[in-house]
């Protein structure tokens, strides 16, 4: 069974083979080497970012992607998939909230950083009509 967390990117990553498929025993070494590759991102981001999730991991020496649901360092809430911690599972794929989210980006015809944009604001809303 593979395991996979609240961060697009990682998961995606994952999906592709840039870091183990699994999404389970991934080292710092996987997040710089999958950054690089799958993302093109020069290794300090990765590094850190690794380095902070096995800080907070359960072995200090790899970490598996469902961890990532746990609030620590570097974490935030982001995901057009899933909903924020505070809001129940922040791990699972929600498909309520990605089908109205499904609709906004439907409006645009390449995805652009301000189709994201707009999908954020709706999510946003989504978010505080629910509190």
Same mark, same amino acid.
């Given at each position: 069974?593979?395991?996979?967390?609240?961060c697009p990117? #990682?998961?995606?990553? !994952?999906?592709?083979?840039?870091?183990?498929?699994?999404?389970?025993?991934?080292?710092?070494?996987?997040?710089?080497?999958?950054?690089?590759?799958? #993302?093109?991102?020069?290794?300090? /981001?990765?590094?850190?970012?690794?380095?902070?999730?096995?800080?907070?991991?359960?072995?200090?020496?790899? /970490?598996? #992607?469902?961890?990532?649901?746990?609030?620590g360092f570097?974490?935030h809430d982001?995901?057009?998939?899933?909903?924020?911690?505070?809001?129940?599972?922040?791990?699972?794929?929600?498909? *309520?909230?990605?089908?109205?989210?499904?609709?906004?980006? &439907?409006?645009?015809?390449? *995805? *652009?950083?301000? !189709?994201?944009?707009?999908?954020? *604001?709706? &999510?946003?809303?989504?978010?505080?009509?629910? &509190?």
């Amino acid at each position: 069974m593979t395991a996979r967390g609240p961060c697009p990117a #990682l998961n995606s990553l !994952a999906n592709h083979g840039f870091l183990p498929h699994s999404g389970k025993n991934i080292t710092a070494i996987d997040i710089i080497r999958g950054g690089f590759e799958g #993302l093109g991102l020069s290794p300090e /981001f990765p590094a850190v970012a690794g380095v902070s999730e096995l800080l907070k991991s359960y072995t200090l020496a790899s /970490f598996n #992607l469902h961890e990532l649901s746990n609030h620590g360092f570097i974490d935030h809430d982001c995901s057009l998939s899933r909903p924020n911690i505070g809001d129940g599972d922040n791990n699972g794929f929600n498909e *309520t909230i990605w089908s109205v989210l499904l609709q906004v980006l &439907k409006h645009y015809s390449i *995805t *652009t950083p301000q !189709a994201i944009g707009a999908a954020r *604001t709706v &999510k946003d809303l989504l978010d505080m009509a629910h &509190k």
